[in-house]
């Protein structure tokens, strides 16, 4: 990971076109602005972790489901 100090109004560059600007920092709070083509996203780390948990949660059985294929499986042994 690189790391960089960069004081308010000031920017750095990542590859060709994608410019990151220091536009103001608060105590523990950076107000960053972020110049980048329209077709890369620039998404918050949390709500992309997020969206990735709710996809994982809603492809997944969930509890009840497998409480009732076992109660299913119990009273129909054969059929397993």
Avoid: C, F, W, Y
Avoid at 25 to 46: F, M, S, T
Wanted: proline fraction near 5%; avoid cysteine.
């Amino acid at each position: 990971m690189l790391v960089l100090t960069r004081h308010s109004g000031e920017s750095l560059i990542i590859g060709d076109n994608i410019k990151i600007t220091v536009i103001e920092v608060q105590g523990d709070k950076v107000k960053l602005g972020i110049n980048a083509p329209k077709e890369i996203p620039v998404v918050r780390k949390e709500l992309l972790e997020a969206a990735q948990s709710a996809n994982e949660e809603a492809a997944s059985p969930n509890v009840e489901l497998k409480l009732l294929k076992g109660v299913l499986k119990e009273k129909n042994p054969e059929k397993s």
